[in-house]
């Protein structure tokens, strides 16, 4: 009996059913091991030498793997075909090793693309050995990661605080994003004028000419830049008489792409289906992973993480055999297509993402899938098919035209084109990405226009326009920006964004991503004070160098020396830096988002309300704010919004006077704070003050919606079954009623001012009758799950912090963008296990200090690595100090 180790229960039940009686096939539940969340997991003057850490739940994966080899006759690798798979085979095998459990079996990799019987069976016959370049690329990449993350994110903590982290790639992607705002804020629109004629010919077809030159000159793109000469040449259009001078018919060939890479489908799926980088991977990774077909559980997909953009000969083979079945020979090219990577060294995954097999058409699979897996398996299948179609055949017509009016002449210029063959367009269609590509000038079919002959015109049209900054990115233009500038690699642009949002840097609106006030100060830091290391050059430069260490070209110690002694001594510079050089430095990076212009023209370095202080950054507890230097003299103060911009309290400068409190006399104002507008009743230290509830604004306040909201809590009315009072208030986790003790939510902040005796005994009444918790409701599950190995049902159910996964007196809650009906028995047990295996949390002050940890250790993996049993986290606290050419020292754990 030989065991075969993989990283997913769902491909280890799979492919147990491929490899017969003579195998077992036990999951590690992807890696087994990782650097643990403390000082000393990577020492520079003992050599980089690397210290790992087992958790409870991987311990006992690795007991039961450990217990399986050692009665087996041999051992078979077979983890994700990638860097990080094969690092994962490389921990297993070296755990194993120190067990004494391998002796003289023989150990062999394999690799498969595909969970496909065929694959899988053909990888098991071609064995080989652990990569081992391809492994020391990951030692490189995580000990580099770890380094920037446990000795930046203290200097930062310490410098600015309210900052969460600092990553090698993080970073230099949220920079890109802040870079963007920069252009955005800086942007001066410029004025240009747009000319037309609406002509028509001979036989009476109206169609649409632009004005392209005039005098003699041509025009460049918006070279019309006022409306004196717009209102000059249109008077030249109107009184001129138009001829036709020449018209060009050209046959234009439109080539298909290639099969998708990862960053290309995340791109797409963006573009065409709305799905985030994360909601992309997850629903790829199912489709991998296998999909119960008629009673077959099947992969789908090829492997989802790959920079390849070339079929294997057998798919492409398949390929054009389903396009001759599918849309007829006339679709098919005389020759294969076959593309090359644009990739400096496409090291992730060899092929590029495809259907295992091209006669499974989405139809014939779709009432198998869910409905984000049939939308993405659709996509992957005619992106697939389409690029081994032939070409779509256009004609593109171009006609010029001569406007002359006495000495004045002008020309138009209209331009038209059909398709005369789709070809690869029958399958797919690209989906543009909001300011990606230039303007269409190509307006469809134009009528029938002959050379030389007169046009009337019916109308002239001129329209004032105004350039426009450049777009926001979305998640998809980010990712395509990474990978031109080769920042990043394909398995880690979904886990880097995700990262960028936790750690609130960046905010995404409408699909666009907006640098977070927090995120703006981090990147102005960075630029000021590590320029270096958030140069996009430099990060490139540093992403080739791994993967020349992945190629067997470099050395991996030496590029960690080279980058550490560098790294190190910037560090050591600012022990000194003091937080007054930090403000002046933000100040000037961030001129516009801390002082933006008035409209009164003065100074917007001056404070308005004393009008002699001046105005600054300054740095408390929770981030950032806006103040006076003649502070406690002037307490002006202006909040940063969350969104990066300046938080909109105009009219705030000073306390707005709302009226008298009846009850107590004393004066409500409505103010303005670091942390947003409230109101305050009465002055001094004893004064009460309530911030504004989500959504209200503060022009909308009066003296009424003041008196309500500074007197919350609200007394209902007393209860008739125990006489006491019901309360309605607005707590930390939003509107409530309380009663003896007991809490029951509400649904918005209005029902607090509104909720009467009644609907409060009601809602109550159904709190309680629906089981404990602070306003929770026991809701029906979201998706049962069948029943647990040891015992119990699985469900997924909904909670107050989101959808669970629920066994017994376990809760597990769902990585965050994971839908709850896409849950897999697989993933339940896997999460029920993780979380079954963490001890317990620890309490009092001691948390605090743990938390940091686990930031800087997020920090540190940077996203770069695949999803691991989390580790317990320990004191950071020599992080922020590393001792002279070297890193900080811990005591060794290893297994």
Known sequence: ????????????????????????????????????????????????????????????????????????????????????????????????????????????????????KKAVLDAMA????????????????????YLVGFNLSPVLWRKLPGARSAGRVQSVSLRLVCDRETEIERFVPEEYWNLSALLKTPRGDEFEAKLVSADGKRLAARGVKNGEDAGRLKALLEAAAYTVESVEAKPVKRNPGP?????????????????????????????????????????????????????????????????NGQFGPRYLPEKARFYSTKAKNAQEAHEAIRPTDF???????????????????????????????????????????????????????????????????????????????????????????????????????????????????????????????????????????????????????????VPHSKGRLVTAFLESFFTKYVEYDFTADLEEKLDRISSGELNWKQVLREFWDDFFAQIEDTKELRVTNVL??????????????????????????????????????????VGCSNYPDCNFT??????????????L????????????????????????????????????????????KPEDIDHEKALALINLPRDVGQHPETAKMISAGLGRYGPFLLHDGTYANLDSIEDVFTVGLNRAVTV????????????????????????????????????????????????????????????SVEDALAMISEKAGKAPAAKGKKAAPKAAAKTAAKAASDGETKAAPKKAAAKPKSAAKPKAKAAPKAKKTGT
Request: contains cysteine.
């Open 653 to 696: 400068n000073e306390p707005k006077a709302l009226g008298a409190d009846p009850m107590t006399g004393e004066q409500l104002t409505l103010r303005s704070g670091r942390f947003g507008p409230y109101i305050q009743r009465g002055d001094g230290k004893e004064a009460k003050r309530s911030s504004l509830p989500k959504g209200w």
């Open 259 to 323: 099969p998708f890479t990862t960053s290309t489908l995340q791109q797409a799926a963006s573009s065409n289906l709305g799905f985030s980088a994360s909601r992309t991977m997850q629903v790829a990774q199912r489709l991998y992973e296998g999909v119960d077909i008629g009673g077959e559980t099947v992969g789908l997909i090829t492997y989802m993480r790959t920079d390849g953009v070339q079929m294997a000969p057998e798919a492409i083979d398949a390929a054009r055999s389903a396009i």
């Open 764 to 823: 109550l009444a159904e709190k309680q009758s629906k089981g404990p918790g602070r306003g929770r409701t026991a809701v029906a599950a979201l998706k049962e799950l069948g029943e647990h190995p040891s015992g119990g049902a699985m469900t997924v159910r909904e909670g107050k912090y989101g959808p669970y996964v629920n066994w017994g007196k376990i809760n597990a809650t769902l990585p965050k963008g994971k839908d709850p009906q896409s849950v």
């Open 359 to 513: 006669n499974r058409t989405p139809e014939k699979v779709r009432r198998f899938l869910e409905g984000d897996q049939l939308r993405l398996y659709e996509l992957i299948w005619k992106r697939g098919i389409a690029s081994q179609m032939a070409s779509a055949e256009m004609e593109r017509t171009t006609v010029e035209i001569l406007a002359e009016s006495g000495a004045g002449r002008a020309g138009l210029r209209a331009v038209g084109s059909v398709v005369r063959f789709d070809g690869f367009l029958a399958a797919y269609v690209d989906q543009r990405e909001e300011g990606d590509g230039a303007e269409d000038d190509e307006d469809g079919r134009l009528p029938e226009i002959n050379a030389r002959e007169k046009l009337d015109k019916k109308k002239v049209s001129s329209s004032q326009h105004f350039t426009e900054p450049p777009p926001r990115y979305s998640e998809a233009s980010l990712i395509k920006k990474m990978e031109e500038l080769g920042i990043g690699r394909p398995s880690t642009y979904a886990a880097t964004l995700k990262t960028l949002s936790d750690r609130e840097y960046i905010v995404i609106d409408k699909r666009k991503l």
């Open 126 to 145: 071609n064995p080989r050995d652990i990569d081992t370049p391809l492994v020391d690329a990951y030692l490189a990449r995580r000990a580099l990661d």
């Open 638 to 651: 202006r909040q940063l919004s969350a969104d990066g911009t300046e938080a909109d309290t105009s009219g």
């Open 584 to 625: 002046d430095a933000l100040n000037e990076a961030l001129a516009p988002l801390v002082f933006p212009k008035r409209e009164d023209g003065s100074d917007p370095r001056i404070c308005q309300v004393c009008g002699t202080g001046n105005l600054s950054l300054k740095l408390g507890k929770y981030g950032a704010f």
């Open 1 to 116: 009996m030989n065991v075969v180790v993989v990283e997913s229960p769902a491909k280890a039940k799979t492919i147990n059913k491929y490899l017969g009686p003579g195998y077992k096939v036990l999951a590690s539940f992807g890696h087994v091991r990782d650097l643990p969340a403390k000082d000393g997991s990577v020492l520079p003057d003992q050599d980089f030498e690397m210290s790992w850490e087992v958790d409870g739940a991987s311990a006992k994966r690795m007991k039961e793997i450990a217990d399986a080899v050692k009665n087996s006759d041999g051992l078979f690798l077979a983890t994700d075909p990638d860097r990080e798979g094969e690092a994962i085979s490389w921990h297993v095998l070296d755990l194993l090793k120190k067990k004494k459990v391998i002796g003289d079996k023989p150990v062999k990799r394999v690799v498969f693309n595909a969970i496909t």
